[in-house]
């Protein structure tokens, strides 16, 4: 008897979202599609039945981030996408340059972990990661009151510290160095955030 479509949906996810973790942990070309299956506890068989292939799976594991973990991210920090927008925003920008989320490895946003894979890689990937960019830019825009050109510029600027300044982090483990480079990208953004308010 085939799977049912709602089990062959759960295996899809199961499989992506062990293929996020691993790819954050050791980026794309040091994980195997036998990692993934192996991690997801299923066979490597049951890979082809939902994707063509690995860069197909990277791709679906970058896109899968803001509704998926990012979502339990938000909700974790905090960040309540009922409340006032400015707030959110402001919620937004501590919580991404917070040292939780520069600690959790498995966690964390593609746009930190990802960024020289992503550029080597297809359109498709280059595409997903361009998404993920857009809907943070857009959460910042949306915290503004102001919606001209130069808020558009402002929340590119904010979103440019918060990846920017975790990927600069996140390559100083453990140093003091890290911690200072994440408050100080922090700060800025904060206060970009709340001229713009």
């Known amino acids: 008897m085939p799977y049912s479509a709602e089990h062959k949906a759960k295996s899809r996810a199961k499989i992506t979202e062990s293929a996020r973790i691993l790819f954050n942990r050791h980026g794309f070309q040091d994980v195997t599609i036998d990692m993934v299956m192996e991690n997801a506890g299923l066979t490597r068989g049951a890979f082809y039945n939902h994707f063509r292939s690995k860069e197909a799976l990277y791709e679906a594991a970058v896109s899968s981030f803001l509704m998926g973990r990012g979502a339990e991210w938000r909700k974790d920090a905090g960040i309540d996408p009922e409340g006032p927008a400015s707030d959110m925003a402001r919620q937004m920008i501590a919580g991404y340059l917070s040292p939780e989320h520069l600690g959790d ?4 946003c593609p746009m930190i972990a990802l960024p020289s894979d992503v550029a080597r890689s297809n ?18 825009e949306n915290g503004f009151e102001e919606k001209t050109t130069r808020a558009r510029g402002q929340a590119l600027s904010v979103a440019a510290l918060c990846v920017g300044g975790m990927v600069l982090a996140r ?9 200072e480079v994440r408050r100080a990208a922090e700060k800025t953004a904060l206060e970009i955030a709340a001229v713009s308010h």
Do not use: K, R
């Not at 359109?123 to 910042?140: E, I, K, N, S, W």
């Not at 390559?171 to 911690?179: G, I, M, R, V, W």
């Open 123 to 140: 359109p498709q990937v280059q595409t997903a990661y361009q998404q993920l960019l857009d809907a943070m830019v857009g959460l910042f």
């Open 171 to 179: 390559t100083l483990p453990n140093s003091e160095l890290a911690d």
């Open 105 to 108: 490895l498995d966690g964390q």
